[in-house]
């Protein structure tokens, strides 16, 4: 089992980019998270799918967040346009029904 | 609002001596609770789950109880070693149908030699 896998591991872009993380969650996993992680305001829950479906999103920040998990083995978080405060470490976690969750290494992203 | 909140001061604590952690929780009753470590420059690593109706839970040197009437979990670590030294999350369930987690800022513990 390799785990939950996310690319880029680092990204930086400048102001006004597009960037796009990727996440492949573990198999048999039905449930895929993408949190935010700072200094300042620790892990935040972005998002969360169950069976590919969006659940909740209300801590998506605002609308140049998107995110999309078009079957059981792909998720992206897209930024558009990036700004300077979105730079973060940005995680996906998957996990079944009462399970702890399985995190990924993470994408460190940096907007300059 | 729901609110977790773990001490935001570092643990610091001789090798071979009890580590013991805190988490209080406010305004939300969650049917389970999960603790992580996470160290520096990776994805926290999950450790233990204990339920609404166990008071305690144990997995080597770890244990973990949870209070529902104080609102509170601790965590232990026995026999702490260096290699324990890293930061630890707690992260009541969300009720509901939906594994939603939030998690707290974490405690830093440092066991030294």
């Known amino acids: 089992d390799a785990g939950v896998i996310q690319s880029p591991r680092h990204e930086v872009t400048e102001m006004g980019q597009e960037v796009t993380l990727r996440c492949k969650p573990i198999s048999g996993h039905d449930y895929l998270f993408w949190y935010r992680q700072t200094m300042m305001r620790g892990l935040e829950l972005l998002i969360y799918?169950?069976?590919?479906?969006?659940?909740?999103d209300s801590g998506m920040p605002e609308d140049r967040f998107s995110a999309k998990m078009p079957n059981a083995s792909f998720s992206t978080l897209k930024i558009q346009p990036s700004e300077p405060r979105d730079s973060a470490v940005y995680f996906c976690?998957?996990?079944?029904?009462?399970?702890?969750?399985?995190f990924g290494s993470g994408t460190r992203l940096t907007v300059v | 609002s729901q609110k977790i909140e773990q001490n935001s001061e570092a643990l610091n604590i001789q090798e071979g001596k009890t580590a013991t952690l805190t988490c209080n929780y406010t305004?939300?009753?969650?049917?389970?609770l999960q603790w992580y470590r996470q160290d520096p420059g990776r994805g926290p690593v999950f450790l233990l789950l204990i339920r609404e109706n166990e008071k305690e839970k144990r997995k080597e040197r770890l244990k973990v109880t949870f209070d529902t009437t104080l609102k509170q979990s601790l965590f232990h670590i026995t026999a702490s070693q260096p290699a324990d030294s890293a930061t630890y999350l707690c992260a009541p369930i969300v009720s509901g149908g939906y594994n939603k987690l939030i998690f707290g800022a974490g405690t830093r513990l440092a066991v030294h030699p």
């Open positions: 799918f169950n069976n590919n479906v969006p659940i909740d």
């Open positions: 305004n939300y009753s969650p049917a389970y």
């Open positions: 976690a998957t996990t079944r029904q009462n399970y702890g969750y399985t």
